[in-house]
């Protein structure tokens, strides 16, 4: 079989970098209202360096310059709508026009990685060492093709059980202990005293998807970004809700990402986890 890696001299382009990543977590599994793919691309540009990150602001892009790197890959895309200019007077624009005359390129994974197995969700389930894994309407994890063929809306988050049912304020420490949080950073609603032994979760925004879990026998659901009226319906159906944060739900991304790479490319290609704390929100 040929092989579809332009590895001349052992070093890399941008087009195999894509090609190695899409291999593993394949473009198609991308929601129809998600960006992910190459965002900016010097597709025969070669990299030596790869800054791996949940997103770009302007920390970041200074770290990447720092180190060299030819590509950034991040989890949440560069660009989610469509553009009609570019001024350097905007935060968002100058650091898109300043990755661009740098000649760095950007890849976005962003919900084929909270789908894919061993990715955000699975990292989230593994963290919490809950078994007995499935999505979010109680089937297998499968393959990334089956998947694909299946296009089943469950497959964006998990579902897991506890090794032994615990109060849900006893959960509510587990979660910040397991996420290292602060419990400060963690909001929960629900009966705190409802004993949990199945939990869901959706990385990053994901309360929309909690009657999903509910449905399959879930107590709790875990995720981020959760609004008042939402959390106030998830309760009143009879779930507890904790929200974790988006930041504190996928900051894993850059090492995992990282972790992948290194594997696939055979420590050929230098591939930095970012260290920029991105979390917009302050603990006092």
């Known amino acids: 079989m040929e092989n579809i ?26 929601e129809e209202w998600d960006n992910s793919g190459l965002i900016i691309g010097f597709e025969d540009n070669k990299v030596n360096t790869i800054l791996t990150c949940l997103e770009i602001d302007d920390k970041v892009l200074k770290e990447a310059k720092d180190i060299g790197a030819d590509m950034i890959i991040t989890h949440h895309p560069l660009i989610f709508g469509g553009i009609n200019s570019l001024n350097d007077g905007n935060y968002k624009d100058a650091v898109i026009m300043d990755i661009i005359s740098s000649g760095i390129s950007v890849y976005s994974c962003h919900t084929p990685f909270d789908k894919v197995k061993g990715g955000n969700n699975d990292i989230l389930m593994a963290l919490l060492e809950l078994q007995s894994v499935k999505n979010l309407c109680g089937q297998d994890v499968v393959s990334a093709a089956k998947m694909i063929d299946r296009h089943e809306e469950a497959d964006i988050g998990r579902t897991g059980e506890l090794k032994e049912m615990m109060l849900f304020r006893d959960v509510i420490g587990l979660v910040a202990d397991k996420l290292d949080m602060s419990i400060r950073q963690i909001h929960a609603a629900g009966d705190l005293d409802k004993m949990i032994s199945k939990i869901g979760c959706c990385s990053g925004a994901g309360s929309d998807l909690a009657h999903l879990a509910a449905g399959c026998g879930c107590q709790l659901f875990i995720t981020g970004d959760v609004k008042y009226h939402e959390a106030q319906d998830v309760v009143q159906a009879g779930l507890c809700i904790i929200d974790a944060g988006h930041y504190g739900t996928e900051k894993f991304f850059g090492k995992a990402m990282k972790d992948m790479l290194d594997k696939k490319l055979d420590n050929k290609v230098s591939v930095v986890a970012s260290e920029v704390v991105l979390d917009p929100f302050v603990v006092l």
Not at 20 to 25: A, F, L, T
């Open 5 to 30: 890696f332009v590895k001349s001299n052992d070093t890399y382009k941008v087009g195999d970098i894509v090609a190695v990543i899409e291999k593993s977590v394949p473009l198609a599994l991308q």
